[in-house]
């Protein structure tokens, strides 16, 4: 591969880094000001080599950077890179258990987790999903969520219509406050809070966990609560950082 050519795979690498959703093949060669021809046999190259996904649709996706482990088909590479420091530093902060969680379909995955030094702690088997309704990271998530479209989720979600009213309500508080706080957790004994994760665009695309003990949570809730919004906020600025780097080659024909 030519200099140019070098240059331009770690450009495309570094702007789909900081891409939260699929670019198709013109957004790629418009962002990177480079051929068609070009800009395709790029992603090809990376599709080929397990670092780009493409959709059935066309788009293309970053699943992992050089060195990173693929986590099945989900691309969440860019989320885990710049939610590591700012997690580890809340649960430092907090003394308790943090998450970052992802709403797939109607559940939450827990991509990550960091743990607290002291003796009692907080964990869960993050290879289970849960129901996004019942879980703090959840409520965060879908309070992003058009009424039309938390509507047609909870219908999913919760067939039954008496059984909405309560996560409705718990929907509209995560919307005035910043952040979920659920006292009753899918584990007995546990609390947890969530704050959002939004991406350059202000759409919720993860959240924030601090979880532990309820007895700890409920004691602490007004510090927690401070530190789970600041570490949410703190990788959504991070994201939002990152969509804003342009390219640094210029386009031209291929040496």
């Known amino acids: 591969m030519s200099g140019r050519g070098a240059e331009r795979i770690l450009d495309l690498l570094e702007w789909l880094s900081a891409r939260s959703e699929g670019v198709s093949l013109t957004e790629t060669v418009l962002a990177l000001d480079v051929p068609k021809s070009s800009g395709l046999l790029l992603l090809r190259l990376l599709t080929e080599r397990g670092y780009v996904e493409r959709s059935k649709g066309g788009t293309y996706t970053l ?5 990173e482990v693929r986590r099945g088909s989900d691309a969440w590479g860019t ?35 960091c743990l607290p030094s002291r003796e009692i702690r907080y964990d869960r088997d993050i290879t289970h999903l849960r129901q996004a309704h019942l879980v703090a990271s959840g409520l965060a998530i879908l309070s992003g969520f058009d009424e039309a479209a ?6 999913f979600a919760l067939p039954m219509p008496e059984a909405r009213s309560d996560v409705l309500a718990a929907v509209a508080r995560a919307r005035e406050s910043g952040c ?14 969530a704050a959002p994760i939004r991406d350059a665009d202000g759409r919720i ?16 809730v007004s510090e927690l609560t401070d530190i789970t919004i600041r570490t949410a906020q703190r990788v959504s600025e991070e994201l939002a950082r990152r969509s804003r780097i342009k390219p640094a080659s210029k386009g031209g024909n291929d040496a």
Do not use: C, M, W
């Open 180 to 193: 979920a706080v659920n006292l009753k957790g899918v584990v007995e004994g546990a609390a947890g809070i």
């Open 150 to 155: 938390l509507h047609a989720h909870l219908e």
């Open 205 to 220: 695309v993860a959240a924030i966990n601090i979880s532990g003990p309820r007895e700890r949570i409920v004691a602490h």
């Open 79 to 113: 989320l885990l890179r710049v939610s590591d420091v700012p997690l580890r530093d809340a649960v430092e902060a907090s003394n308790e258990t943090g998450f970052v969680a992802v709403l797939e379909g109607a559940q939450i995955r827990y991509l990550t987790k």
């Open 63 to 67: 699943v992992r950077l050089p060195g």
